[in-house]
C-alpha cells in the first residue's frame, strides 16, 4: 500500500515557468513532510521541509503548500531554471516511523 | 569532513553471488538505513539501524542481510544475488530516527547478470 502518492511521473516546464509537483498521504499521524532533490548519479539531498501546523513555507525560489484537511502538499520552483532539473521526491514520517517516500517526478526545465 | 561513504560505486554481479556493499558515515548519527532505487518505484526501505547492534527490516529486505557493530558503519550483505536485486542503492543516515535530515550516499549501481 503505497501511502504518499506523488503526481506528475515526469514534468517539462519552460525556463522561468512555474513547476508543480503534487502528493498526498493517507496517514493523519503524518508530521514531517520533507522534499528530496535528486540530480543524476547522485544521492537524494534535503530541499525543503515542513510540518502540518503551517501551511506555507518558503525558501528563495521553493515553496511548499500544506492542505492538511484535504491530505495534500505541493512543491511549488518559481522562474524554474534548467539547474533544477532533477528528480524530486516527496516524503513523510510520522513521529520516530522510518521515511516513507513518493515514486518521484523527473523534471526537465527546458532552456 | 565526508558525509556518507559508499563503496563500491558500480557491480556487475553472476547469479548466486554474494557481496557487501559498503556505507560509512563521520557525523556520528545513530540512525542509518539501506534503500533501493528503481524506475517508478521510488526510494524503498530495506533495512535501519537505530543504532550499533540494532537493526530492522524495512519494507523489502529479502535477499539482504545487515549488522551494525559499530556507529560510523552499516553494510548492506546479498546473500545470493538475483536479476531482480539489480537496482541502485543508497545509504542514509540522519541524527536520530525521525524528523531530521537525512544524509544519503552517492549510491551503487548493482547489476545481476
Known amino acids: 500500500q503505497q501511502q504518499v502518492k506523488q503526481s506528475p511521473q515526469s514534468l517539462i516546464v519552460q525556463k522561468g515557468g512555474i513547476s508543480i509537483i503534487n502528493c498526498a498521504y493517507e496517514?493523519?499521524?503524518?508530521?514531517?513532510f520533507p522534499w528530496y532533490q535528486q540530480f543524476p548519479g547522485k544521492g537524494p539531498a534535503l530541499l525543503i521541509a515542513?510540518?502540518?501546523?503551517?501551511s506555507e513555507k518558503k525558501e528563495g525560489r521553493f515553496t511548499i503548500s500544506f492542505n492538511k484537511s484535504a491530505k495534500q502538499f505541493s512543491l511549488h520552483i518559481m522562474d524554474s531554471q534548467p539547474g533544477d532539473s532533477a528528480t524530486y521526491f516527496c516524503?513523510?514520517?510520522?513521529?520516530?516511523?522510518?521515511?516513507?517516500f513518493g515514486k518521484g517526478t523527473m523534471l526537465l526545465v527546458s532552456p | 569532513n565526508a558525509g556518507v561513504t559508499q563503496t563500491p560505486k558500480f557491480q556487475v554481479l553472476k547469479t548466486g553471488q554474494s557481496m557487501t556493499l559498503q556505507c560509512a558515515q563521520d557525523?556520528?548519527?545513530?540512525?542509518m538505513s539501506w534503500y533501493r532505487q528503481d524506475p517508478g518505484m521510488g526510494l524503498r526501505l530495506i533495512h535501519y539501524?537505530?543504532?550499533?547492534?540494532?537493526?530492522d527490516q524495512g519494507e523489502v529486505p529479502n535477499g539482504y542481510n545487515v549488522s551494525r557493530s559499530t556507529t560510523e558503519d552499516f553494510p548492506l550483505r546479498l546473500l545470493s544475488a538475483a536479476p531482480s536485486q539489480t537496482s541502485v542503492y543508497f545509504c542514509?543516515?540522519?541524527?536520530?530516527?525521525?524528523?531530521?535530515?537525512?544524509?544519503f550516499g552517492q549510491g551503487t549501481r548493482l547489476t545481476v547478470v
Open positions: 557525523m556520528n548519527h545513530e540512525y
Open positions: 496517514n493523519t499521524a503524518f508530521d514531517y
Open positions: 516524503a513523510a514520517i510520522s513521529g520516530y516511523s522510518t521515511l516513507t
Open positions: 539501524s537505530v543504532g550499533a547492534g540494532i537493526t
Open positions: 515542513i510540518r502540518p501546523d503551517v
Open positions: 542514509a543516515s540522519s541524527y536520530n530516527r525521525g524528523p531530521s535530515e537525512a544524509f
